[in-house]
């Protein structure tokens, strides 16, 4: 019996989240749903003709032109991931039919061993297509995508590398590479393989000790000597400073120690998650309406921007480690993705249909310090934004 309270939660979250179900949408979701299928139109239409052509994912705006990236784009995922979910979300075969272009347009990408982004573009593309069909085909994308990620596995480190050795980093491994994890997870499940979950766990167990600092923020990237495991620096790319937490980088821990909690039910991941979302969520400097600024240590003035990808990756995190912690306390989470929701949702942040060139969400930033990406819409802010959304339709 108490083995069975003990697994309760996974079958929640493969009723909540794993199936499809029959759509219940409020009228404000309609209202929302409908602006999402009329932008979700005009990105389709826009990267439709370029189909044929080797940059044909919408990922951005610069100077008001859609940016469109290739599959070896580490967002290339993001696009049709959001099409399942604009399907999911809305039962029109429409969107089946371009979520399966799009995902299949990403084919060659589970060869491909030069980046562990390889996790997000196909967990997030073929990963979804998976809840929405029963393709063998699809499960071995998954299966090969892992075989070839473990490659970037260094056994005496214990981590998964982030990016190949260069002038300033040996081996770099990044917060970000939590996300890569569910890829590996599944992979498992569907070859009946340990490697990829030990693999996985390895990268979780790694990151756990070396990532975190004492308030529970994380740096961005860990130098790693491969032989011993050893910590030759801790940087950041995408913050601030070294020492300063970088919005996204704290969301991903979030999402990444959740999905780890999700997979494995062992203790310490949940714990992990919650001391994250605590240390967002009692941040001093996170503004009234819960969207956050780029970084969190970044001096603050009218113009800091914020990052909206990290406010709709942490509501979507939130939903489900709602689903994971005791009832006295899971409102506390629901109640913080709802805000986050509430406030993406208003015109600030959500584009009228027509504007945006298509996107969604307004105000999300790529990377500052490379000056690259700021205050603009971001492929990933929409794909997390409509997870949050299908999460939260089904919790309800
Ligand atoms: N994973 C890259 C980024 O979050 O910008």
Not at 25 to 39: C, D, F, H, Y
Not at 80 to 97: A, M, Q, V
């Amino acid at each position: 019996m108490k083995h069975l309270y003990s697994i309760f939660p996974i079958f929640l979250f493969l009723i909540l989240f794993g199936c499809k179900t029959s759509k219940t949408n409020s009228n404000a979701e309609k209202v929302i749903l409908t602006t999402a299928q009329k932008q979700y139109d005009i990105l389709v239409q826009s990267s439709h003709i370029n189909l044929s052509k080797k940059n044909n994912i919408p990922r951005t705006i610069k100077n008001e032109k859609t940016i469109f990236v290739s599959p070896y784009d580490w967002t290339s995922g993001f696009f049709p991931g959001s099409l399942w979910y604009l399907h999911d979300l809305t039962d029109n075969e429409k969107w089946k039919i371009r979520a399966i272009e799009y995902t299949e347009a990403l084919d060659t990408i589970q060869y491909w061993k030069g980046n562990h982004d390889v996790g997000f573009i196909i967990e997030c593309s073929y990963g979804n297509a998976l809840k929405n069909t029963n393709s063998k085909y699809y499960e071995n994308v998954i299966v090969q995508t892992a075989k070839s990620l473990s490659t970037r596995f260094h056994p005496k480190a214990g981590i998964i590398q982030s990016w190949n050795s260069g002038e300033k980093w040996n081996c770099p491994v990044i917060i970000d590479n939590m996300m890569n994890l569910e890829l590996l997870f599944h992979a498992s499940k569907i070859s009946k393989d340990s490697t990829y979950y030990n693999i996985a766990v390895s990268h979780a167990d790694t990151t756990l000790k070396n990532h975190f600092r004492p308030d529970n923020s994380s740096f961005h990237v860990l130098n790693y000597d491969t032989k011993t495991g050893k910590i030759l620096d801790q940087n950041t790319h995408q913050g601030f400073e070294d020492g300063s937490a970088w919005a996204r980088g704290q969301a991903w821990g979030l999402y990444g120690f959740t999905v780890t909690y999700r997979e494995t039910k062992d203790p310490k991941y949940l714990q992990q998650a919650i001391k994250i979302a605590n240390f967002i969520m009692t941040h001093p400097q996170l503004p009234a309406d819960k969207i956050p600024y780029w970084d969190y240590d970044a001096p603050k003035t009218d113009k800091t921007p914020r990052d909206v990808s990290a406010a709709a990756i942490t509501a979507s995190a939130l939903y489900e480690l709602s689903i994971f912690i005791s009832k006295k306390e899971k409102k506390k989470y629901l109640n913080w993705a709802d805000a986050i929701m509430k406030s993406l949702k208003s015109p600030i942040y959500l584009a009228e249909a027509g504007k945006n060139n298509g996107f969604l969400l307004y105000h999300s930033v790529g990377s500052l310090p490379h000056k690259s990406e700021i205050d603009v819409p971001l492929n990933y802010a929409d794909y997390y934004f409509l997870e949050a959304l299908s999460r939260s339709e089904k919790l309800k």
